[in-house]
Structures are given as structure tokens and as C-alpha cells.
């Protein structure tokens, strides 16, 4: 089945570090463009960060700096570590697919995980 | 970055009832545009893409149009499936925006 699954989320304190997994099944996650989508409660999504196939990343300029993508190929996972949290980036934290397959990037998302809640608070 | 605006935020809705729910962007994104289908504590569905592709296996009742810098969804007939929170998304712009989302609720 092609499907992700995200993990790593709870409740961290303000200025603390958690690191987001994605498993991917039924697809491999270096051959396409991988992305963290979040949405904070009761408020609509935001695009965080992609890894491009060859590797480059980007980021939302709120997150610019204190967050990392990354992929492990070996174990076909995602990841996101996010350092020096602050209380507005609580959220769920969804790993999406981009829809262009591998070849080039499209923009929007075919595939997406049912998230990790991430809560930032003290 | 561009703005997406929907609207409205909350729709009242029965079965079988025509629905759309309109996007509008702050510039010209041409046919730049996604739309979503999210249910509590599920992955969000692509339904739409290229502003009126429809995804693989999504139902033909579900429909979308504009270009531009306003957008609807529209579905045909609705269905009790269909009561969940849709997100308009542009990528025009490689900073990725969504809209704040429509709530189709049951009337």
C-alpha cells in the first residue's frame, strides 16, 4: 500500500527539539519531492519545507533557520528536526508528496500522511 | 507571498444539494490551483488540480473552474462522504499558499 506515516510529535517546551519521521511505504521517497505541511489548531495549512530529488531544501521564512529536512534513504524516511520551538509553531505535522513523480515538481500534493501533533507549551 | 481567501468558511449543506465554494487570489496565479477534501484525523485528498484536473478516483460530481485570480469548486450532489473542510492551495509561487478552508457541515 502507498502510504505515509508520521511520528515524533507531543509536547516540548518553548526553545526545545523534536525530530518528525515520515515512513514511507509502497513508493520511494528520494526519487520524488518530499514536503512537511503543517496546520495549526482550528486554522487552515502552511507549507513548511520540500527536499528537492537532488537534495536541495527550502523553508517558509518562519522556520528558516531553526528547521531541518532531511531523508534517510536506506530506511525510506523523512524527516524534520525542528529546534528552538516557539509556541506558534504548534501544530499537526503532515509529510506530503509532491505529484510530479519524481521528474520535476508540480506544486501540489498526491499523496499525504494523517499527521503528528506537535505542542509546544510549558 | 499570495494570499488564497475562500469562502464561505462554513457551509450548511443536505444531500443532494448543488455546493460551490469559491477561492480568490491576491495576483494573477493563471491555472495554478489545488483543491483539497480534509476529514477530522485523516489525510488530506487531492480532488482538483491545474484549477479543473480532476484527480484519479475522485468522483465526477466534483468539479473545478476558474483561472486567474478566482476559482470554485463545485459539487454536483452532494453526498453524506462529502461533509469535510476543502482547502484551495496555489503554486504559482514556489511559496506554497493554501485558503483558510470550507467547512461543508449537514443542514
Known amino acids: 500500500e502507498v502510504q505515509l506515516v508520521e511520528s515524533g510529535g507531543g509536547l516540548i517546551q518553548p526553545g526545545g527539539s523534536l525530530r518528525l519521521s515520515c515512513a514511507a511505504s509502497?513508493?520511494?521517497?528520494?526519487?520524488?519531492?518530499m514536503n512537511w505541511v503543517r496546520q495549526a489548531p482550528g486554522k487552515g495549512l502552511e507549507w513548511v519545507s520540500v527536499?528537492?530529488?537532488?537534495?536541495?531544501?527550502y523553508y517558509t521564512d518562519s522556520v528558516n533557520g531553526r528547521f531541518t529536512i532531511s531523508r534517510d534513504n536506506s530506511k525510506n524516511t523523512l524527516f524534520l528536526q525542528m529546534n528552538s520551538l516557539r509556541a506558534d509553531d504548534t501544530a499537526v505535522y503532515y509529510c506530503a508528496r509532491d505529484a510530479g513523480g519524481g521528474s520535476t515538481s508540480q506544486g501540489y500534493f498526491d499523496l499525504w500522511g494523517r499527521g503528528t501533533l506537535v505542542t509546544v507549551s510549558s | 507571498d499570495i494570499q488564497m481567501t475562500q469562502s464561505p468558511s462554513t457551509l450548511s449543506a443536505s444531500v443532494g444539494d448543488r455546493v460551490t465554494i469559491t477561492c480568490r487570489a491576491s495576483?494573477?496565479?493563471?491555472?495554478?490551483l489545488a483543491w483539497y477534501q480534509q476529514k477530522p484525523g485523516k489525510a488530506p485528498r487531492l480532488l482538483i488540480y491545474?484549477?479543473?484536473s480532476l484527480e484519479s478516483g475522485v468522483p465526477s460530481r466534483f468539479s473545478g473552474s476558474g483561472s486567474g485570480t478566482e476559482f470554485t469548486l463545485t459539487i454536483s450532489s452532494l453526498q453524506p462522504d462529502d461533509f469535510a473542510t476543502y482547502f484551495c492551495q496555489q503554486y504559482k509561487s514556489n511559496s506554497l499558499t493554501f485558503g483558510g478552508g470550507t467547512k461543508v457541515e449537514i443542514k
Open positions: 527536499i528537492h530529488v537532488g537534495g536541495s531544501t
Open positions: 509502497g513508493f520511494t521517497v528520494s526519487t520524488n519531492y
Open positions: 495576483q494573477n496565479i493563471g491555472n495554478w
Open positions: 491545474e484549477a479543473s
